[in-house]
Nanobody
Framework: QVQLVESGGGLVQAGGSLRLSCAAS????????MAWFRQAPGKEREFVAG????????YYTDSVKGRFTMSRDNAKNTVYLQMDSMKPEDTAVYYC?????????????????WGQGTQVTVSS
């Protein structure tokens, strides 16, 4: 089992940048596929980005492609989400998630492990 702790959220103006971090407790965190989801008020939790165990493959939802970059440092048991050119519609609580299966899944039900979430607010 793995515990996940997100950090790095906050308030940013449109066009600005934030970097989220997700620290995993397990020494074998490299065994987990990792993902970022977000949930805005009144909306379903949606997939933002995912990364393979090795970090060699990343996946993004269309609305963040070219603006967000997900990466991982397995030596530090940490994954990151670099968010650039941010828009007001990026405002949400961002969650880090993990799963032991090989493939990145784009639905939240595919992930058994979750962090507590971090608020990201983009002002216009």
């Amino acid at each position: 089992q793995v515990q996940l702790v997100e950090s790095g959220g906050g308030l940013v103006q449109a066009g600005g940048s934030l970097r989220l971090s997700c620290a995993a407790s397990a020494r074998t965190s490299r065994s987990y596929v990792m993902a970022w989801f977000r949930q805005a008020p009144g909306k379903e939790r949606e997939f933002v980005a995912g990364i393979s165990r090795s970090g060699g493959n990343t996946y993004y939802t269309d609305s963040v492609k070219g603006r967000f970059t997900m990466s991982r440092d397995n030596a530090k048991n940490t994954v990151y989400l670099q968010m650039d050119s941010m828009k007001p519609e990026d405002t949400a609580v961002y969650y880090c998630a993990a799963r032991t299966l090989v493939a990145v899944a784009s639905h939240w039900e595919g992930y058994p492990y979750w962090g507590q979430g971090t608020q990201v607010t983009v002002s216009s």
